[in-house]
């Protein structure tokens, strides 16, 4: 089939002017006058949808066309007409249109607006809706900056892998991997499960995190990124959490932290230009639809620099919030983990900035952040941005021997567990950080959308796996 | 740390000689003639070492330096000087070298080769080797390659689930995903294990495509496409099999098995050509030390036109060259699963060229793929390259709802189960196509290392799931 996309048309409309050309979509919406009528084609190529004009002198199939419900896929030929007047810039005067496929007329997304909700149910068809056509652009768009962006600055993507024995951090719970049927599972003599039975002969996991899978790469390419799946086992059923989600981790040789955070702001600046200079028309329906404040705030982010303070600096300005009144579900004082409540008071109301906070206590953070001078704090830091709190979190990694030891010893870790952990630090050591940035998180941020469900094509939440 | 990467270096040679840098980098080999030393330097941003001169004279910590072994991380500042009259383009004197790391003297990977098999024990020490920092620099260059060829076509990237309910197309054994506790699993009255108590409500599995999914989002942005992780459960402990592994699905609209064969030719060509142009040292390596014909390989397949055939008039090659006889282990007769040594055959010594065999006996096919007119066969196609067989597998998809329904029902298969993806074919159908490719293979293609565990950062195969 000898096919124009919409795309093309609108990319260069004052060429396709007085051509002749076939477009292939689905129908948004028809309106029948008689002896003329509108058809509203999208064919997926880009947000706006094309409009045809058929008029029944020149169609003979004019009352099948006319008659046709919404999402039914047609093939429609004619000469495209520039309408400098219109809203439109063009229209398609059709001379000929095939009803590839009838849409049923029960089709449940009718014009009238859905609730998410509602959608929600209807993964399948959902992406025809102008809202998961606009987030799921954005999505892609995105992913492929993300690519670009450390592609461009010669980093090596490695796809660490899903399922691991390991549980990275011990961060949240994990899902088991097996191919024992637990109805009826192999067990040692002395009745436990035996997983010498199971497929990869121990217990197995999906990964939490790829980083320090990552880490064996960064002290080999220098620079590494991963992007790929991720798992928590929560049993939180809120908007912001899902038990599968995508995680971009960047790791990088010969960095501390101050070059970890230059990373991060450069990457997250870098896709949001993207995005903003790809996705005009689904973000001018977002900005309407969604979250009227959008654009100001993407672009608040794009061109502002990111502060960088200190953990203890943070908490002295909530402390002195507190004196002035300003109330917190959850107290302040140093030591606390920084709650979101606290963190969007720092981005949005203190600073009214994208924030890096710096150099957390130690007792609060994972095993493999390097420690501070005076061994109370270490080198992680947040990135946290208003209208959502935290976006990113990163650590310089302890690359010194000794003291990862001494760490992993004091945390009651299984040193042999770690062993090849521990070997990148003999042979060859360097300074190194990274970084970890949810990917659900940054297209929340990106489209205003506000419930996880909503960014993800097929979610997996507690109690859900449809599709 | 203001420092150069190796990368820039060559790439800006002449503009860098004279000029005072700083690198930092691993150690791969030192020679110490006593007053003055060469450092062999690299830091992953390219395929080729640094040669560092160090003097005497000129370095306090000369002995410091010559003693240090093979792997020690160093920042070594130096004036560029170009040497137009030796094998390297430029070398670095010296005039300062810090140790950043050490590396113990019992470092696993010194100068001697040592073997794949070996080297897949220290999974996390080998991404320092040649043979390493090519494979794995390919699979990150072909990686981009595919999301770059797919977005310049106006393509949406798709992340289809990892986890599901469904077993596509019943491909193969599948990893359960739980959070039940086989050792004390909830049972219902009856006896059974209680599969409404486990984290999703009901038996979820590791996915094994992402195809069903992706044409819910081809039928609405007209072109998709996914990249990620699927998995397999197979007990096969094969050179060419691994429980995870990394899947491209391309899903078209309004396109058939031509166009879908188009799709296929333009994006290998694509790929094999990004890397020819991109890792001439790595490929220039493992010509010379993996696979004597790669180069020739690759580029035959970039530059001639693939061969398109039947199933059919497959099967009549096959049969006359065993009258010639041909010898074959596994009988060729019309019905057949082409085994890889007729692939072989075919693309080989028949055609030698990239070869599809198209419409294969719907038989031995998957259930949505579409009839073709007879009823014999399906409108599928394997695209055959010379030295691995089958590297592709696609088809067009059965659009029709009634023909589809036949299908399911005549396979007795649950039409509930796919209600969704009839649902497809009831609201605006239309004729559509796909195909996957298996990463990893072609991974193996374009490097032509001989076994999936050595293109994997960390491979997963039956009884390993180790680093």
Known sequence: MDRTKIAQLYADAEEFGGQVVTVAGWVRSIRDMKNFGFVTLNDGSCFRDLQIVMNRDDLANYDEIAHQNVSAALIATGTVKLTPDAPQPFELAATQIVVEGASAPDYPLQKKRATPEF????????????????????????????????????????????????????????????????????????GAIDYREDF??????????????????????????????????????????????????????????????????????????????????????????????????????????????????????????????????????????????????????????????????????????????????VAAMDCLVPGIGEIIGGSQREERLDVLEARIAELKMDAQEYSHYLDLRRYGSCRHAGFGLGFERLVMYLTGVSNIRDVIPHPRTVGNVEF
């Open 119 to 190: 959608l929600r149910t209807q993964q399948h068809l959902r992406p025809r809706t102008n809202l998961f056509r606009a987030v799921f652009r954005i999505r892609s768009v995105a992913a492929a900056a993300i690519h670009t962006f450390f592609q461009d600055r010669g980093f090596v993507y490695v796809n660490t892998p899903i399922i691991t024995a390991n549980d990275a951090e011990g961060a949240g719970e994990m899902f088991h991997v097996t191919t024992i049927d637990p109805a009826n599972p192999p067990r040692t003599e002395a």
């Open 200 to 377: 990869f002969g121990k217990k197995a996991s999906l990964t939490v995190s790829g980083q320090l899978n990552a880490e064996n790469f960064a002290l080999a390419f220098g620079d590494v990124y991963t992007f790929g799946p991720t798992f928590r086992a929560e049993n939180s059923n809120t908007a912001r959490h899902a038990a599968e989600f995508w995680m971009i981790e960047p790791e990088i040789a010969f960095a501390d932290l101050s070059d970890d955070m230059d990373l991060a702001e450069a990457m997250l600046k870098y896709v949001i230009r993207r995005v903003m200079d790809t996705c005009t028309d689904e973000l001018a329906m977002l900005a309407r639809f969604v979250d009227k404040g959008l654009l100001e705030r993407l672009e608040h982010v794009a061109s502002s620099p990111f502060v960088r303070i200190t953990y203890t600096d943070a908490i002295a300005i909530l402390e002195q919030a507190v004196e002035a009144g300003h109330h917190f579900d959850y107290p302040v004082s140093w030591g606390i983990d920084l709650q979101t409540e606290h963190e969007r008071f720092l981005t949005e109301e203190h600073f009214r900035q994208p924030t890096f906070v710096t150099d957390y206590p130690a007792a609060i953070k994972a095993f493999y952040m390097r420690l501070n001078e005076g061994g109370k704090t």
